[in-house]
């Protein structure tokens, strides 16, 4: 089967995990348990008071925040409220730290979008069990929503992101290659069987994919990402240009056996367009871009 592909080439045109930021005006306080919990192998800095904290935290990312509640100033309930306007628990979860032990402070806290409320004198190992459940539900919120719930793979979110990551550790002179792949005629599929067949071909084309990576052996092995309703998104890294045509290639034949959805055999092919840097300064979404407009051209030469 011979599939019809474009190129586009592109010239030049890890946060550290369990990094820690503890917010307290009192210096004892502060670098006490900052100390502690560098023991216990997180990356920490400290603000000496909300201001400072905002700053740093507009300036960094940081995996959780432990915030005394009364502070001069900003309080830590202030700061707590600025930091949910553009922050969602998940994204960057608050404990709450207080002396005050008393059902309206910790019911404040919480309201303002407090993760946790521990009360002072801290014990640290119930704070380090409590900052490790914070940790991982943020995590796992965060998976859940860069991931294609049909599929398992990464949604458009998550293939930018790793894309950024990869472009800024690209050494330059090496090519790296955005392969996008669209199924044609999918709503078309969706209208004539329903979207349960859909989802099967989906499934199933994903499948295929897998298999066809794994068989190319190409390292390090290329990232599929699904990227829109019936588009999918491959990263290949230190890949020539003829690399990545010949595994676009591979992708469109291995297609051409028909699918079983509801007790028919359907044929689906699709078009692929592919982009190509060789620079570290290339922005992510504009190699995407490229890809899909390698893509549109390809498709303008017909289905398949």
Do not use: W
Request: charged residues 25%.
């Amino acid at each position: 089967m011979r599939g019809k592909l474009m190129t586009l080439r592109r010239a030049a045109v890890t946060p550290d995990p369990r990094k820690l930021l503890v917010v307290d005006d009192n210096p004892e306080n502060r670098d006490s348990l900052s100390l502690r919990l560098a023991r216990c192998g997180y990356q920490v800095e400290i603000a000496e008071n909300g201001t400072q904290a905002l700053a740093k935290i507009n300036q960094a990312h940081y995996d959780l925040v432990l915030l005394d509640q009364m502070m001069p100033g900003m309080s830590g309930l202030d700061l707590l409220r600025l930091l949910r306007a553009t922050y969602s628990p998940s994204q960057l979860p608050v404990i709450m730290m207080s002396a005050l032990d008393d059902s309206e402070a910790i019911v404040d806290a919480f309201s303002q979008g407090a993760n946790d409320y521990v009360v002072k004198p801290l014990d640290m190992p119930v704070m380090d069990a409590r900052i490790q459940t914070q940790l991982s539900r943020s995590h796992d919120d965060r998976q859940n929503r860069l991931l294609d719930s049909l599929t398992g793979l990464g949604n458009r979110t998550m293939f930018l992101s790793h894309l950024e990551e990869t472009l800024a550790r690209h050494r330059p002179g090496k090519s790296l290659a955005v392969l996008l792949l669209d199924l044609d005629g999918f709503q078309l599929l969706n209208d004539d069987l329903g979207y349960q067949a859909g989802d099967q071909a989906l499934i199933e084309a994903v499948a295929r994919f897998r298999q066809a990576i794994t068989e190319s052996a190409i390292h390090p092995p290329p990232v599929l990402a699904r990227v829109g309703a019936d588009e999918f998104a491959l990263l290949i890294e230190a890949a020539p240009a003829e690399q990545a045509e010949a595994l676009a290639k591979t992708l469109l034949s291995c297609l051409s056996r028909p699918f079983r959805l509801e007790n028919s055999r359907v044929s689906i092919s699709a078009c692929a367009g592919i982009a190509l840097s060789t620079s570290p300064q290339a922005i992510a979404a504009e190699l995407l871009r490229d890809a899909r407009v390698a893509m549109f051209q390809a498709r303008q030469e017909g289905r398949n």
